[in-house]
């Protein structure tokens, strides 16, 4: 974290830490806040070099690295072990870490502590739960623990199968209206930001004005406060499915895929190696080396 005040005038050019102030400031300003996920070094500084807002590591992870159908497989020890990966590579960006499902439904006491690892061992600056009413308990106890939480509401991942599948949410007037309650109450308990994941664009757009805090839409449209993306699925890394709301600004499978098939080619036709990737010995070392064998 910076110890400059926010609001602190910077010299041209100079970048400071991105906070949560940052992100109400953002709000009021109507400055659209940038956020994307990465879960490893090299992605990590590369998005911080190009002045990405904040990195959230997200438990994606399961899906788009480790190849499981759905996010419920990750644990804490997978989340901290990328979150101190991407903490390594990020200067700049506000860090979130996304907690794993099973590590704050339990009891307020384990949600507390799991929080807490996030930012004592991985070097994140705050976390990220899913859920609305029925996680008030443990967003407050987080919150007056000094730990910033980011709400997640509308296609919560880990309810996948009491959603009945990755679906939109919110579509019905009593959901819509429960998904507004929900997004008031965790502001209230004291979340800094709230992600919404695939709801009607009118809903979060009302919800994005009816909250101080500002909203991170995913397949929300474009009224929400900032946008978050899979990187994955902006990279066109994952190839499983590409929900409707992704804009693909990369096609790095394809791009893969070439350079391994490319590899392959080469090593089997012998020009690679060639002279260049080669490292060689002085002549004279070398018959030295030769007579000292005989
Ligand atoms: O896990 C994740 O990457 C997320 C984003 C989709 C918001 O929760």
Request: overall charge negative.
């Amino acid at each position: 974290m910076t110890t400059t005040p926010p609001d602190a005038p910077l010299a041209s050019g100079e970048r400071k830490k991105v906070t949560t102030l940052t992100f109400r400031r953002k709000k009021l300003r109507h400055d659209p806040i940038t956020v994307l996920t990465a879960y490893d070094y090299p992605t990590a500084l590369a998005m911080d070099q190009a002045g990405i807002d904040s990195i959230l590591v997200g438990d994606s992870l399961g899906m788009v690295v480790l190849g499981y159908p759905n996010t419920l497989p990750v644990t804490m020890e997978d989340m901290l072990h990328h979150c101190k990966a991407v903490a390594r590579g990020a200067q700049y960006s506000l860090l979130i870490g996304d907690m794993p499902f099973m590590s704050y439904q339990v009891s307020v006491q384990d949600a507390l502590r799991n929080a807490g690892r996030f930012l004592q061992e991985a070097g994140m600056d705050a976390v990220k739960l899913e859920g609305g009413r029925e996680r008030l308990d443990v967003v407050r106890a987080i919150v007056s623990a000094g730990i910033p939480v980011m709400g997640h509401l509308g296609l919560t991942p880990q309810s996948v199968h009491q959603l009945g599948g990755f679906r939109p949410q919110g579509r019905e007037v009593a959901a819509a209206r429960r998904l507004l309650e929900d997004a008031l109450l965790l502001q209230e308990a004291g979340c800094f930001s709230i992600v919404l994941e695939s709801v009607p664009a009118r809903l979060a757009s009302l919800i994005s004005q009816r909250l101080e805090i500002p909203t991170i839409g995913i397949g929300a449209g474009a009224g929400c406060d900032g946008q978050v993306l899979v990187t994955h699925d902006l990279l066109g890394l994952f190839e499983r499915f590409t929900p409707k709301f992704v804009k693909k600004y990369a096609d790095l499978h394809s791009e893969m895929k070439r350079a391994f098939s490319a590899y392959i080619d080469e090593v089997r036709q012998q020009t690679f190696p060639s002279a260049e990737h080669t490292v060689e010995m002085l002549d004279e070392e070398w018959q030295s080396f030769l007579d000292a064998l005989r």
